[in-house]
């Protein structure tokens, strides 16, 4: 017990330091020197001159620039505001003050809500953390036109005292003029002060909220329209996929503002809205294009001319939330690069190898996994660990850059048994990431668990560039050239295409114009919101009235793993009838990424029935297991345990693979004790996968 009152007494949150605000500056493509037109002035104009400099560069360049520079200049309060419904999320985006901005994550009761919260804290690393529920005087209710209507007004609170008597930024001013957000974004206009794309939506699609911030941070015109009548798992029609380009082209136009070519004021789309990722324009398997490659064309299927890049922002409130957030945030400074192609061409294009040094160069801590290091093997081993850094610098994420071939719900890397990675296999992170794949198929379903690209949105990439269908090795932008590309601040969605390339595949999910470089100038304090709770204080009087499962709750929202870690262990050991199966369930994650696999494993038998078999815990179990396998080869008794426990947790999704890792290990002390745990599975299989089943029975026998 004076252990938990010691625990209780030294749970604190880390302090934030506040960063040094660089120059404005215009930055310069792949490391080369910046002509004198741009060097002149730069880190000394007003914005507007800063983007008169923009205009004069490279049109493809353009959007990403604007993209960049409006994140540098806007002020950051060192806090994160978690909010559990509309009411409050629209509350705390209107206590935005033009470019004085902090991050608001929703919180939807669900373990992947709760987590994407924790990763974004345990990055942006905040002063302090504080719930709003059920505050301000907005109520998201009502019909279509009603709700479009509190969205505008929202919208415009947020970004009308970005208008006024500009100030040393030459944005803003001490004494805003009300207005609305057409009428604030139209007079920046004038000033030559244009955000780089349009943002459309549905109010009535659970994405609107991502929307709202993207639109309020980078000064984008916001449109409605009606989604399409069509689950997201299923491709959009031809004449869907036209209607929202038709859509886009009528919100550009509305802006006044020149849109029809690559290099004007309006260069970019986000789509936030749940409908088709692709679209299927024809009776063949293969006749299938990406919506975000689509939309941005002109003519029938695209076929014309690209005025625009574009990306989609999808998921419920919270996920949407969470790539908006991330987006604007976070600065992209450490990279992770599995390289699973051969060094013989075409594969030695795509050299992850190039892409991981072109990184460095451009002071990012890099991980890199090549030739010899790059076997399925080696995936599993390294995937004990999380994938990024928490202790770097406060706003860190991460660029996850992986060659592969595979299909929607495999990966396949040299070695292994069959060489196939399953969406089980796929790491925690510990920061949020952003993500470009080469391989096909990854995003054919994206909001489904059971795929390459619907697993790893889940375990945190914020912005996506995969395939949604077959493209061919050519259509993927070689990997070094990813890296260079978006060194030189080229925005998302444009570095992830070639530039004059036909509508294909390649499609983008989140935020499109994701930039590396500043964030914004942390400021120092913070803001008063009345009625807001300190998630720290609340957690330690939960504490000191022993309700420990809320108390973990919030101690993960903190992204305090180590707090999270002590407690479970001292409670498992001390008060083992206070570490109930909810508890379990709030520490399971922590005690991973802390590196407490056995206890993990004891805080397993700990969960309900119910609670083995969450998607989350399993994974955890499975990611944990060639540690948990290695350290149990001398010990009987953890052999024991952890041979019960994988076998009664098989994932339904990859079971051959799964119980083949178990009865590889299980068949040094009996052959036929291994091949049961495989022909267990027998009865639930299809004739392809008894087939495979067979396959993995003879690897055993060998």
Same mark, same amino acid.
């Given at each position: 017990?004076?252990?938990?009152?010691?625990?209780?007494?030294?749970?604190?949150?880390?302090?934030?330091?506040?960063?040094?605000?660089?120059?404005?500056?215009?930055?310069?493509?792949?490391?080369?020197?910046?002509?004198?037109?741009?060097?002149?002035?730069?880190?000394?104009?007003?914005?507007?001159?800063?983007?008169? &400099?923009?205009?004069?560069? !490279?049109?493809?360049?353009?959007?990403?620039?604007?993209?960049?520079?409006?994140?540098?200049?806007?002020?950051?309060?060192?806090?994160?505001?978690?909010?559990?419904?509309?009411?409050?999320?629209?509350?705390?985006?209107?206590?935005?003050?033009?470019?004085?901005?902090?991050?608001?994550?929703?919180?939807?009761?669900?373990?992947?809500?709760?987590?994407?919260?924790?990763?974004?804290?345990?990055?942006?690393?905040?002063?302090?953390?504080?719930?709003?529920?059920?505050?301000?005087?907005?109520?998201?209710?009502?019909?279509?036109?009603?709700? &479009?209507?509190?969205?505008? &007004?929202?919208?415009?609170?947020?970004?009308?005292?970005?208008?006024?008597?500009?100030?040393?930024?030459?944005?803003?001013?001490?004494?805003? #003029?009300?207005?609305?957000?057409?009428?604030?974004?139209?007079?920046?206009?004038?000033?030559?002060?244009?955000?780089?794309?349009?943002?459309?939506?549905?109010?009535?699609?659970?994405?609107?909220?991502?929307?709202?911030?993207?639109?309020?941070?980078?000064?984008?015109?916001?449109?409605?329209?009606?989604?399409? !009548?069509?689950?997201?798992?299923?491709?959009?029609?031809?004449?869907?996929?036209?209607?929202?380009?038709?859509?886009?082209?009528?919100?550009?136009?509305?802006?006044?503002?020149?849109?029809?070519?690559?290099?004007?004021?309006?260069?970019? @789309?986000?789509?936030?809205? /749940?409908?088709?990722?692709?679209?299927?324009? +024809?009776?063949? @398997?293969?006749?299938?294009?990406?919506?975000?490659?689509? @939309?941005?064309?002109?003519?029938?299927?695209?076929?014309?001319?690209?005025?625009?890049?574009?990306?989609?922002?999808?998921?419920?409130?919270?996920?949407?939330?969470?790539?908006?957030?991330?987006?604007?945030?976070?600065?992209?400074?450490? +990279?992770?690069?599995?390289?699973?192609?051969?060094?013989?061409?075409?594969?030695?294009?795509?050299?992850?190898?190039?892409a991981a040094d072109a990184l460095k160069e451009a002071d990012l801590d890099v991980e890199l996994y090549d030739q010899p290091r790059y076997t399925l093997e080696d995936w599993k081993y390294r995937m004990v660990r999380p994938v990024g850094n928490a202790e770097g610098k406060p706003g860190s994420s991460g660029l996850f850059l992986m060659n592969s071939k595979g299909m929607s719900n495999m990966f396949q890397l040299p070695g292994g048994n069959e060489g196939q990675g399953k969406p089980g296999d796929i790491p925690l992170?510990?920061?949020?990431?952003?993500?470009?794949?080469?391989?096909?198929?990854?995003?054919?379903?994206?909001?489904?668990?059971?795929?390459?690209?619907?697993?790893?949105?889940?375990?945190?990439?914020?912005?996506?560039?995969?395939?949604?269908?077959?493209?061919?090795?050519?259509?993927?932008?070689?990997?070094?050239?990813?890296? /260079?590309?978006?060194? +030189?601040?080229?925005?998302?969605?444009?570095?992830?295409?070639?530039?004059?390339?036909?509508?294909?595949?390649?499609?983008?999910? =989140?935020?499109?114009?994701?930039?590396?470089?500043?964030?914004?100038?942390?400021?120092?304090? =913070? #803001?008063?919101?009345?009625?807001?709770?300190?998630?720290?204080?609340?957690?330690?009087?939960?504490?000191?009235? &022993?309700?420990?499962?809320?108390?973990?709750?919030?101690?993960?929202?903190?992204?305090?793993?180590?707090?999270?870690?002590?407690?479970?262990?001292?409670?498992?050991?001390?008060?083992?009838?206070?570490?109930?199966?909810?508890?379990?369930?709030?520490?399971?994650?922590?005690?991973?990424?802390? =590196?407490?696999?056995?206890?993990?494993?004891?805080?397993?038998?700990?969960?309900?029935?119910?609670?083995?078999?969450?998607?989350?815990?399993? !994974?955890?179990?499975?990611?944990?297991?060639?540690?948990?396998?290695?350290?149990?080869?001398?010990?009987?008794?953890?052999?024991t345990h952890v041979g019960a426990m994988l076998r009664a947790n098989i994932r339904e999704n990859q079971s051959i693979e799964d119980a083949e890792t178990l009865a590889m290990f299980l068949r040094d002390q009996s052959v036929d004790q291994a091949v049961g745990v495989l022909e267990a599975l027998r009865p639930t299989l299809n004739e392809n996968q008894r087939k495979r089943l067979d396959k993995a029975i003879a690897r055993i026998r060998k």
């Amino acid at each position: 017990m004076k252990r938990l009152i010691h625990l209780m007494s030294v749970l604190m949150l880390a302090s934030s330091v506040a960063c040094a605000q660089p120059d404005v500056v215009v930055p310069t493509p792949m490391g080369h020197d910046p002509d004198s037109s741009t060097s002149d002035s730069a880190g000394t104009g007003t914005l507007a001159s800063v983007f008169a &400099q923009i205009n004069e560069q !490279d049109p493809i360049r353009r959007a990403g620039l604007k993209a960049s520079v409006l994140r540098q200049v806007q002020r950051v309060v060192p806090i994160v505001v978690i909010v559990e419904n509309a009411d409050s999320y629209l509350h705390a985006i209107e206590n935005w003050e033009g470019v004085v901005r902090f991050p608001v994550l929703w919180d939807d009761g669900t373990s992947r809500s709760r987590e994407d919260i924790a990763r974004f804290v345990r990055s942006f690393d905040p002063e302090h953390v504080i719930k709003l529920n059920g505050l301000g005087s907005w109520s998201w209710i009502g019909n279509r036109q009603e709700k &479009q209507d509190i969205f505008e &007004q929202v919208l415009s609170k947020a970004i009308n005292q970005i208008a006024g008597k500009p100030n040393s930024t030459g944005i803003g001013g001490a004494n805003p #003029i009300e207005m609305g957000w057409e009428e604030s974004l139209k007079d920046l206009a004038d000033t030559g002060i244009v955000g780089p794309g349009i943002v459309i939506t549905d109010v009535l699609d659970t994405a609107w909220p991502g929307a709202l911030a993207v639109s309020a941070a980078r000064l984008q015109p916001i449109s409605f329209v009606t989604i399409p !009548d069509s689950p997201m798992r299923l491709p959009l029609s031809s004449e869907d996929g036209d209607a929202l380009e038709r859509a886009a082209e009528h919100a550009a136009k509305r802006t006044g503002r020149s849109w029809d070519a690559i290099g004007d004021d309006i260069d970019m @789309v986000t789509l936030a809205m /749940n409908t088709g990722t692709m679209i299927k324009t +024809g009776g063949s @398997v293969r006749a299938r294009l990406s919506t975000t490659d689509r @939309v941005g064309r002109t003519e029938s299927n695209g076929a014309g001319e690209r005025w625009a890049w574009c990306g989609q922002i999808i998921g419920n409130e919270s996920q949407s939330v969470y790539q908006a957030m991330c987006a604007l945030f976070l600065e992209i400074d450490q +990279g992770f690069v599995w390289d699973g192609y051969s060094n013989k061409p075409p594969w030695s294009a795509y050299d992850g190898t190039k892409a991981a040094d072109a990184l460095k160069e451009a002071d990012l801590d890099v991980e890199l996994y090549d030739q010899p290091r790059y076997t399925l093997e080696d995936w599993k081993y390294r995937m004990v660990r999380p994938v990024g850094n928490a202790e770097g610098k406060p706003g860190s994420s991460g660029l996850f850059l992986m060659n592969s071939k595979g299909m929607s719900n495999m990966f396949q890397l040299p070695g292994g048994n069959e060489g196939q990675g399953k969406p089980g296999d796929i790491p925690l992170f510990d920061i949020p990431m952003a993500m470009h794949i080469v391989h096909s198929f990854s995003l054919a379903k994206p909001a489904a668990r059971t795929t390459v690209g619907g697993r790893f949105l889940e375990r945190g990439v914020y912005v996506y560039a995969g395939s949604v269908d077959e493209p061919f090795l050519g259509a993927f932008v070689q990997t070094p050239m990813i890296a /260079n590309r978006l060194i +030189g601040k080229i925005a998302f969605a444009t570095a992830v295409h070639y530039d004059n390339a036909d509508v294909w595949k390649i499609t983008v999910i =989140g935020d499109p114009l994701v930039t590396f470089g500043s964030a914004g100038q942390r400021l120092d304090g =913070g #803001i008063k919101i009345a009625g807001a709770i300190d998630v720290d204080a609340e957690s330690k009087q939960l504490l000191k009235d &022993q309700s420990f499962a809320n108390a973990m709750k919030n101690l993960v929202l903190l992204g305090n793993d180590s707090a999270v870690a002590r407690l479970a262990i001292a409670l498992m050991k001390e008060q083992p009838e206070d570490y109930t199966s909810s508890a379990a369930m709030m520490s399971i994650p922590s005690l991973f990424r802390e =590196g407490e696999y056995t206890e993990m494993l004891n805080a397993y038998d700990r969960l309900s029935p119910l609670g083995k078999v969450d998607d989350l815990m399993q !994974d955890i179990l499975w990611l944990s297991s060639p540690y948990l396998l290695a350290r149990s080869a001398d010990d009987p008794d953890l052999r024991t345990h952890v041979g019960a426990m994988l076998r009664a947790n098989i994932r339904e999704n990859q079971s051959i693979e799964d119980a083949e890792t178990l009865a590889m290990f299980l068949r040094d002390q009996s052959v036929d004790q291994a091949v049961g745990v495989l022909e267990a599975l027998r009865p639930t299989l299809n004739e392809n996968q008894r087939k495979r089943l067979d396959k993995a029975i003879a690897r055993i026998r060998k």
